[in-house]
């Protein structure tokens, strides 16, 4: 984990030089994502879980001085959880659909490696990189009709959450250019990288790790363009 949160550190000093000291174009902006997470639990054999919906809000900072590879750093608001399904085959009415769902919020840092290929007006990129989060809060609910004999598998609560995760992610999408505007349309997966339950809490799982698949809508204003363009610089 150490060497983990010191690469993400040495990024952002690495995203912070390149806008200080080269002429690369910087543009700010606002995202939004509808996602589905769940956890990947060690041991979870003979149990249900579902995906649980959720959203993500923030502000993204994409520097580019390369004429197909930037550099993008976001911090987000981010809803993940997981939920757990008690319904088993042969249920019927009420018995169907007996969900426990456990909600938790993150505070997200992602660095991403941002490769684009296309024209000035439309382009498709991919995005790699790693993240790293702090936990906000959590959140648990239960549909009426959970029975008084259905037992969670895995409980979360502040007690046992762990307040810090960290992961990578990877995505790709498409950009549309218009003047100083750009609009881009991401696919996301996000895998977390250490569990998010304190493995020595009473009855926690093995193993813990957050998965997350989204789309997300990005707005981006360019706030300073490159002195040249790259069309115009020598080595052309």
Known sequence: MK?????????????????????????????????????????????????????????VVKVSANPNVGLIAEINYSQKGWVENFSRAGDEGELQNRLQRYRYNYLELPILTHI??????MNVFFNLGPHVGFLMGTDSSHTDNVLATDTVAYSYQE????????????????????GNSTIQLEARLTQGLNNIIDRDAEDAPTGSLNQVAGVSLTYLYTIRSREKTWKNRPDK
């Not at 684009?116 to 007006?121: H, I, L, N, T």
């Not at 007690?159 to 218009?178: D, H, L, P, R, T």
Request: charge should be neutral; glycine fraction near 12%.
């Open 116 to 121: 684009y290929v296309g024209g000035d007006k």
């Open 159 to 178: 007690s046992n959450a762990v307040k810090f995760e960290y992961g990578v992610s990877a995505g790709m999408g498409i950009a549309v250019n218009f």
């Open 3 to 59: 060497i983990f949160c010191k690469s993400t550190f040495l990024l952002f000093v690495l995203f912070a030089s390149i806008i200080i000291k080269t002429n690369a174009q910087v543009s700010i902006g606002l995202k939004g994502d509808y996602h589905f997470s769940t956890v990947s639990f060690d041991p979870s054999t003979g149990l249900n879980f579902d995906f649980y919906p959720g959203m993500t809000f923030g502000a």
